[in-house]
């Protein structure tokens, strides 16, 4: 019997970790959608700023 | 992978910095100075010299290019990185707590303390990136909080909002336009400071940490509190890590603050805990004093944190690391 409840705990315990995981991808997912239409590109490229490495080339002479 | 010990310092560390690449990490101190150090190797790359007090904040701009400093000699600083050139100074009546760049490098914030006479102020400056132009000394914004001082602020996400964590444990959020106040919020425990506020990568949510022993996650937008992790010290700070879904905290009672002996002493530990399930991981001992910053590199591959002991631990972490997995993570990656 006492096997019986350890399981059921565990479970329970499971569950909660999986309901959080699905609520934070659901919540990440909105966020990523708003910063797209925002148009936030320093921050869809986890804060870093992408070089222009076309165009101007610098030239160490 | 054993930690590497930056030992450059001769008092406490207030805050440590990676640069956007994680190859340099930043670390300002009691004793004045600004260090620069490779993160890879420990080695000393350069200091910044000029700062006539306690150092309180660093930040360094997106491209690596530009530093920016302020402490209790009443004065921000902005540095040259490859040089070490002071470029500009603005003073100011009272320290400076908190310097913080926007994601894109073109403003940089102040947080000013507040003292008999003056009430604590976010300041803001438009910045340059060009290390050879002159910098402004006219102030774009200036927010005065007659409510409680701010203790820390940031930018959001495109520079939209300027977060802000309070003395009084409280969180605002202000339009960074204008500067009026749009919601505060308390977040931690009434009147217990607010030590830290760090952003997640894209800064749409941040961590902040409390004396109140706890830190909390929350949504930039709706400054809700989406996470809480509660810890048994008082928190100096916290740090969010990409790749993997943790965070880490860093704290610690001072020995003058720890009144029963048989408490474990000082609880000097780094702590680990799962960001999404707020569960305790794992602990990394080492400092012989309260942390007082907590950094993780940009990548997601090591941290570092800056002790009341005078030292910078830098580490790496090991495959186990980014190998652990809660079962329903696994699932989720298994989809």
Partial sequence: QDLAKKNTANRQVVEQRRRLLEEWIAWRKNMIEMLEDEGAEIELNGGVIKMEHDGEVEEVE | ?335
Wanted: aromatic share 10%.
């Fill in chain 2, 1 to 335: 992978m054993r930690p590497i010990l930056l030992s450059g310092h001769e008092r406490a560390l207030t805050q440590v910095k990676y640069n956007s690449d994680g190859d340099i990490i930043f670390s300002v101190s009691k004793d004045h100075v600004v260090c620069a150090w490779f993160s890879h190797n420990g080695e000393r790359l350069g200091t910044y010299h000029g700062h006539q007090g306690a150092l309180w904040t660093v930040d360094v701009d997106p491209t690596s290019t530009l530093l920016a400093t302020g402490g209790a000699d009443n004065t921000m600083r902005l540095w040259e990185v490859k040089t070490g050139k002071l470029l500009k100074t603005w003073d100011f009546e009272t320290s400076i707590k908190r310097v913080e760049f926007s994601s894109d490098g073109r403003q940089l914030l102040g947080v000013t303390e507040k003292r008999s006479g003056h009430l604590g102020t976010i300041v803001v400056y438009e910045i340059n990136p060009d290390p050879e132009a002159e910098q402004t000394s006219e102030q774009s914004l200036r927010i005065v909080c007659d409510e409680s001082k701010a203790t820390v602020a940031g930018f959001s996400y495109m520079a939209i909002y300027i977060i802000a964590g309070h003395g009084d444990g409280s969180v605002s959020q202000y339009d960074a336009k204008t500067g009026e106040l749009l919601y505060n919020t308390p977040v931690h425990e009434p009147d217990m400071q607010i030590t830290d506020l760090q952003w997640a990568p894209d800064r749409t949510y941040f961590i902040t940490s409390s004396k109140d022993k706890s830190a909390k996650i929350c949504a930039t937008d709706s400054l809700e509190v989406l996470k809480t992790y509660q810890t048994d010290t008082p928190l100096n700070s916290a740090a969010i890590t990409p790749v993997k879904d943790y965070v880490i905290l860093g704290g610690g009672q001072a020995a003058m603050d720890v009144t029963t002996t048989s408490a474990r002493q000082g609880k000097f530990e780094a702590r680990f805990y799962h960001k999404i399930f707020m569960e305790e991981i794992g602990r990394v001992r080492g400092h012989f004093g309260p942390l007082n910053y907590v950094a993780v590199h940009p990548k997601g591959t090591g941290y570092c944190s800056g002790g009341e002991d005078g030292y910078v631990r830098v580490h790496h972490f090991d495959k186990p690391y980014f190998d652990f997995m809660y079962e329903v993570e696994r699932e989720q990656a298994n989809l």
